[in-house]
């Protein structure tokens, strides 16, 4: 078998874990075969740059953040007829049996094209795909993104920086996340960093409401805004502080942008253990001739059907943006 790996999209702790166990499995299980990394995502399929993975290569990387394969933003891809046709060409006459993908949205809509082309030409390669986005915003329901708790355990760390400073000035701190159109990366960090609120990005926010629960802290109050919510920290600063002004709050309003320290660092050991799972149940299942599909889980050792890429690629099928009711609740009682 000879199959390409490629790490799509933003990167993400937990790729490296994923590279590893892909080519840690095929070489153990079928030692006669190749695993070719794809350099620098989709672009570097477009234009054919490669090079020949062995067990050396990925020694040590499971812990790693990012991806040694590398990713660049290639936005062309999906709407540039002739990048799509060129990429499923070079599967077909690198006589790649397999592409092995980990990335977001966009990757998973990249697979779905390039698998249209590949069957109306009737060509050999197929696409078995990985979620990995710490925005959890990837099929989320069907299993968490590789990259998603890695982010949280970042969150939680500088969010607990964070609080030391605010309780010592008494003061309200507006801390930017990452998340994209979801709303999870920011609402869970907010849940494990003891956030008083975290904004979603497609609610209406009561900010009266928000300068009551600043008013009844004793010192600090810690608020988590999701990347799409529209206001800028600046602007919902300035509403803030309107408000303690014409209610005598005496509160300091300050605002951090935490989002791409979130994206950094090494991996979660849960992150590593589903990357390594998912990887493997991928090769093993490619050595049985599987066809294309997109593979997910919740935890180690959870064994799922895979999904078809053209539901795996369609939003309104597979993804909720927001927080399910129950979470939400959840979130509240504990606040």
């Known amino acids: 078998m000879k199959c390409a790996l490629l790490t799509g999209g933003g990167d993400c ?13 095929v070489l153990n299980l079928s030692p006669e ?3 070719w990394g794809v350099v620098d995502g989709w672009r570097g399929l477009v ?3 490669y090079r020949l993975l062995g067990k050396r290569d990925v020694s040590g990387i499971a812990a790693l953040g990012g991806t040694i394969l590398g990713t660049m933003r290639f936005p062309e891809l999906a709407t540039n007829v002739e990048f799509q046709k060129q990429a499923a060409r070079n599967l077909e006459e690198g006589g790649f049996d397999y592409l092995f993908v980990i990335g977001g949205n966009g990757s998973v809509k990249a697979a779905w094209t390039l698998e249209q082309i590949l069957r109306r030409n009737s060509w050999r390669t197929r696409i078995l795909v990985a979620p990995g986005s710490i925005d959890n915003d990837v099929c989320n329901n069907y299993g968490t993104s590789i990259g998603f708790y890695s982010a949280l355990e970042r969150s939680l760390e500088m969010l607990s920086w964070i609080r030391d400073t ?3 000035h008494r003061r309200v701190y507006l801390i930017r ?3 994209r159109d979801s709303a999870y990366l920011a609402f869970y960090a907010g849940i494990i960093g003891g956030a008083e609120y975290a904004i979603r990005p497609h ?20 608020i988590v805004v999701s990347e799409a919510y529209p206001k800028s920290l600046r602007e919902i600063q300035e509403i803030l502080e309107g408000i303690f002004r014409r209610r005598g709050i005496e509160r300091e309003v300050r605002a951090v942008d935490m989002s791409y320290f979130q994206r950094g660092g090494k991996a979660s050991v849960t992150d590593i253990l589903r990357a390594s799972w998912l990887g493997y149940r991928m090769v093993c299942d490619a050595l049985r001739g599987a066809p294309s599909g997109f593979y997910a889980a919740y935890y180690i050792g959870h064994v799922q059907d895979p999904l078809p890429l053209e539901i795996a690629a369609d939003d309104a099928r597979t993804n909720h943006l927001d927080i399910p009711p129950e979470v939400i609740r959840m979130a509240l009682a504990l606040r």
């Open 47 to 49: 234009f054919g740059q």
């Open 177 to 179: 996340s990452m998340g």
């Open 166 to 168: 605010a309780s010592s």
């Open 33 to 35: 075969s190749q695993v």
């Open 203 to 222: 609610e209406t926010v009561d900010f009266e409401h928000l300068a009551e629960i600043a008013a009844q802290r004793d010192r600090d109050t810690i």
């Open 13 to 25: 702790p937990g790729m490296n874990a994923f590279i590893r166990a892909v080519v840690r499995t």
